[in-house]
């Protein structure tokens, strides 16, 4: 293995006692601290309670670069951390593009402080994720946006250990009773998740009208599976249209909590469709999941390495149907392996993105 000079501090928020760590940012800081590693750079991912927990997470890992990620530390504190910590790199990495930010009211006032605060601190960079949110702070404030995306990089045992035979016969599973059916006894029924948290920009309610249809199509009892236990952005109203949906319907709405990785990747294994149609997306983690598990899988525009045949139009339920039929049809021969080489052509020009950048 060869051997890195950086070190590097990812910081994720506790987002409250109820909700506890940001599943998805910690999965997509690992991620990439796994693929970092193999190049003999030192990562370490945190999770603090507020922003005063920083400087001591730094004493103890002695970073090169400091990664806060997303919006959650007030552009004051870093007037303080900095000339603690003169000689770090740091950076705000941003993970939604600016239609999803349009909820967080501070947001924009945030970014354009954090760009004053760098002319005078050189060493705090602005960062994120995605392009397309780069383009748009360089062509409305001329504002520089470091390039840092995402890489989809599991532990070899999230994914491998978790095998088809050991999930839908005797595995341990902690959501082996999500149903009350057993699939065996049930072989027409058609499972299709459709995972996250609950938010309008998600687009569950279209996803799951269209997976209704496509039962009805096949003559099929649909289970479509969700996170339940996360509402967030005007969610509840989301869940509840969900719920009602499903009422006096041949077909089941399937409630799951939240999981660690490892045992979401034997979820999504007892998949036969994964969706993930959202109006906006920067990388997409859940999609990621399912296309490197080979579970057949429909998407949107917004989750860029997706092959354009598996791309739904959000605003379309006939879209969606259509999309799902052709997912679904050429499962048996894995014809969506090409989601899975788009996936690993862009894992490859990432890490060479952060390899280079550091």
Not at 307 to 321: F, H, L, P, Q
Request: one cysteine or more; glycine letters at 4%; hydrophobic letters at 40%.
């Amino acid at each position: 293995m060869m051997t890195h000079d950086s070190r590097i501090l990812f910081v994720c928020k506790i987002r409250s006692h109820f909700y506890g760590p940001s599943f998805g940012l910690i999965n997509s800081c690992r991620f990439i601290a796994n693929a970092l590693e193999s190049y003999g750079i030192d990562c370490k991912v945190v999770s603090v309670v507020d922003n005063n927990d920083i400087d001591r997470e730094i004493h103890k890992f002695k970073p090169t670069h400091v990664f806060v990620e997303a919006l959650w530390v007030a552009p004051s504190k870093f007037k303080q951390l900095i000339p603690l910590h003169p000689k770090l790199k740091w950076y705000v990495r941003v993970h939604s593009n600016i239609s999803f930010l349009a909820n967080e009211g501070m947001a924009i006032e945030w970014l354009r402080e954090y760009y004053e605060i760098s002319k005078s601190y050189k060493s705090l960079r602005l960062a994120s994720n995605s392009e397309e949110f780069i383009e748009c702070f360089d062509v409305a404030y001329n504002i520089p946006v470091e390039y840092f995306p995402n890489i989809y990089c599991p532990k070899v045992e999230d994914c491998d250990a978790c095998s088809v035979e050991d999930d839908k016969g005797k595995g341990k599973g902690k959501d082996k009773k999500h149903d009350d059916d057993d699939k065996k006894e049930n072989s027409n029924r058609i499972d299709i998740g459709c995972f996250g948290a609950i938010r309008p920009m998600k687009n569950h309610l279209n996803q799951a009208l269209a997976s209704i249809a496509f039962g009805n199509e096949l003559r099929a009892k649909i289970h479509f599976h969700i996170n339940h236990d996360r509402c967030e952005s005007g969610g509840d109203p989301v869940l509840k249209n969900l719920v009602h949906a499903f009422e006096n319907t041949n077909h089941k709405l399937v409630f799951h909590p939240w999981v660690d990785h490892h045992d979401f990747i034997r979820l999504v294994k007892r998949m036969e469709v994964g969706l993930q149609v959202s109006m906006s997306e920067t990388f997409n983690i859940v999609a990621a999941d399912f296309v490197w598990n080979d579970i057949p899988f429909v998407g949107s525009d917004e989750i860029i390495w997706l092959d354009r045949r598996y791309k739904a139009d959000a605003n379309s339920v006939e879209s969606i149907i259509d999309k799902i039929r052709f997912a679904y049809k050429g499962r048996k021969h894995n014809a969506q392996k090409v989601n899975k080489e788009n996936l690993e052509k862009f894992n490859k020009k990432s890490t060479k993105i952060w390899i280079d950048a550091l």
